[in-house]
């Protein structure tokens, strides 16, 4: 069965520092995977989709990477600010999605 | 963009009672998905549906029930609500013809069960 893990469970930076979350997944034969922003009380946001098939995608600040054979993702935040504190999630989806704890964030003034 | 929304933000309801929690999509999505989501556990999967009046049990269907007999909509029913059932519960949605299957989830209905 897969398992997701991400770690850490949580991390706070200063603001204006560029960090890295990390996703790892039991099973490589996945079909892709998603990275979510969650605020508090609130639904899940996707940031970005990875298919099986890229090694990377990015947004504006945010950088996610794929290395299937290891069974690993990372999400790259560059010149973190205070809104971008909320609790990250990865998912990977074979037949269905199978989602990690999360990374809670907090960045401060 | 694609919206998805949930019927309820907060519901309170007695021990016993059928509670409905409805989503909706405006995207045309073929996918639909409930999830509940609590401290410690993450999100599990309950119910999805692939197509209309299709539905496929998730992790954790006992004590649930779902409906989907228009493709924009998917009901997820209670059907004797226990206090164990107290959590947040998500709806997403996606698509199949698109080949991404990105999900995009609603605001959630954060149940509470007395």
């Known amino acids: 069965k897969q398992e997701v893990t991400q770690i850490p469970a949580a991390l706070s930076v200063p603001e204006g520092e560029n960090l890295v979350l990390n996703c790892s997944f039991t099973d490589s034969a996945i079909y892709n995977l998603q990275w979510f922003r969650q605020d508090p009380g609130k639904g899940l946001t996707s940031l970005l989709l990875?298919?099986?098939?890229?090694r990377e995608q990015t947004s504006g600040r945010l950088n996610a990477s794929l290395d299937k054979s290891s069974g690993r993702s990372t999400l790259y935040i560059a010149a973190s600010q205070p809104g971008d504190s909320a609790t990250y999630l990865c998912a990977v989806r074979e037949n269905d999605m199978r989602f990690g704890a999360g990374t809670r964030l907090t960045v401060k003034p | 963009d694609v919206k998805v929304t949930q019927s309820s933000r907060y519901l309170v309801k007695r021990t016993g009672e059928k509670v409905f929690l409805e989503c909706v999509q405006d995207m045309d999505h073929e996918n639909m998905f409930w999830y509940r989501q609590d401290p410690g556990l993450g999100l599990r999967l309950i119910y999805f549906?692939?197509?209309?009046?299709?539905?496929e049990k998730g992790d954790i269907p006992e004590g649930y029930s779902v409906s989907r007999e228009k493709k924009e909509r998917f009901s997820l029913i209670l059907e004797s609500a226990s206090t164990n059932q107290t959590s947040m519960y998500l709806c997403a949605s996606s698509s199949a013809t698109s080949g991404s299957y990105e999900q995009y989830f609603g605001p959630g209905t954060r149940l509470t069960v007395t």
């Open positions: 990875i298919q099986s098939s890229q």
């Open positions: 549906s692939y197509d209309v009046k299709m539905k």
